[in-house]
């Protein structure tokens, strides 16, 4: 029910609307995942993620999967928001590479730009798909580097 409604309300959402929205989802509600901040361009997202009981693993870190999922759907949702319905945008794939035990709150800081919002356009210009990877970096509290994700999306301009 909440996707469909972000869905509908589209880029015309403000961002904290669906920072609430995303963090009161069940799988991240659950999880102990909380969207802080949605910049109102969509260009830039901070996620956190909390320790907790119900989301350590068997030796009392971060559970993987938490880490994973604070990480999903984000640059996803900040291209659609850039490009417009005139795109078809995705996650294609990610790998995570842990670094060291999340033994405390985590943070991710998603950001896109000018630079990287434009060989999008280039590339996907004559309704070819363009496949490309962006890197994000899982932190702990102190700053120190937990994990880090390449996620990698695809992206196309559908034809009219």
Same mark, same amino acid.
């Given at each position: 029910m909440i996707t469909a409604i972000l869905r509908k309300?589209?880029?015309?959402?403000?961002?904290?609307?669906?920072?609430?929205?995303?963090?009161?989802?069940?799988?991240? &509600?659950?999880?102990?995942?909380?969207?802080?901040?949605?910049?109102p361009d969509y260009r830039y997202i901070k996620v956190c993620l909390k320790q907790a009981w119900y989301n350590r693993n068997y030796v009392g870190t971060q559970f993987g999967g938490s880490l994973y999922a604070m990480t999903d759907p984000f640059f996803m949702l900040m291209f659609i928001n850039n490009l417009g319905h005139d795109y078809y945008v995705w996650d294609k794939g990610a790998t995570i590479d842990f670094v060291s035990p999340g033994k405390t709150k985590v943070t991710v800081e998603f950001r896109i730009d000018d630079a990287i919002i434009n060989k999008v356009l280039q590339e996907t210009a004559s309704g070819e798909k363009y496949i490309?990877? &962006?890197?994000?970096?899982?932190?702990?509290?102190?700053?120190?580097?937990?994990?880090?994700? &390449?996620?990698?999306?695809?992206?196309?301009?559908?034809?009219?």
């Open positions: 309300m589209g880029s015309k959402t403000p961002g904290w609307v669906v920072a609430r929205l995303i963090s009161i989802w069940p799988p991240y &509600l659950g999880a102990g995942i909380k969207v802080m901040e949605i910049a490309f990877d &962006l890197p994000v970096e899982v932190l702990d509290a102190d700053g120190a580097l937990v994990a880090t994700v &390449l996620k990698k999306l695809y992206v196309r301009k559908k034809k009219k």
